[in-house]
């Protein structure tokens, strides 16, 4: 097991609409904890995020240099829902671990695409156990995108191979029809491959795998 403190913000949403608040905005349905994908009008990413519930609240988890933009877009969109948004970010740590961590008082524990999400408050710190070097190892190994690798505001969901973040019998959010008729299409674009590690187009390097995002011949 690897665990690893990310550059993560976490926002908590409340309110009786914050689940169709945000299932309206994502690509995933949102009816409990899930990782799911905000994007633009043209179907490109804000952010991935993972949803975790806490109570009767929602806790949004997302990468730190993307806050200001997801905040944004979030606030923007409140309109006449009942939702309030809280950043919390300096009252929480969040780690990653690459495998199942056992359920413990003060540490939320959800299933991310990344691995498994840890959310515990800045006083209670958890011991790192993997690099960042270690970490970029264990994605290429495991072909995980991450913010500023893969995940861009120059793509979309398919391209970076967040398909399983998007739901396919999810009624209308932000950018779904765009989604919707690449897919139905058979075109969804480049694709996140393992390539070789001295590709000149690789977005994370290893030592044994390296990812990029290229055209897949049909």
């Known amino acids: 097991m690897g665990i690893i403190k990310l550059d993560a913000y976490v926002l908590l949403i409340s309110g009786q609409d914050r689940y169709t608040f945000l299932d309206g905005l994502s690509t995933n349905k949102v009816e409990t904890s899930c990782s799911t994908v905000l994007t633009t009008t043209k179907a490109k990413i804000i952010d991935v995020v993972d949803v975790i519930e ?21 606030q923007l969109r409140v309109l006449q829902q009942n939702v309030t948004i809280r950043d919390i970010t300096t009252l929480n740590n969040v780690y990653l671990s690459t495998e199942n961590y056992p359920s413990q008082s003060g540490i939320t524990v959800t299933r991310s695409y990344l691995g498994w999400i840890l959310v515990t408050s800045v006083k209670n710190s958890l011991k790192e156990s993997m690099t960042f070097e270690q970490f970029t190892e264990y994605r290429t190994k495991n072909i995980i995108p991450y913010q500023q690798h893969e995940i861009t505001s120059d793509v979309h969901p398919f ?42 187009d690789a977005t994370s390097v290893g030592n044994e795998y390296a990812l990029a995002i290229r055209r897949v011949p049909p």
């Not at 806490?54 to 979030?74: F, M």
């Not at 739901?167 to 690449?182: F, N």
């Not at 897919?183 to 001295?198: A, Y």
């Open 159 to 200: 391209n970076c191979g967040l398909e399983h973040l998007v739901h396919e019998a999810k009624g209308c959010y932000i950018g779904q029809e765009i989604l919707t008729r690449m897919r139905s299409r058979g075109k969804m674009g480049k694709q996140l491959v393992q390539v070789q590690i001295d590709a000149e």
């Open 54 to 74: 806490v109570g009767d609240n929602l806790a949004v988890v997302g990468y730190e240099p993307y806050k200001d933009k997801v905040l944004d877009h979030l």
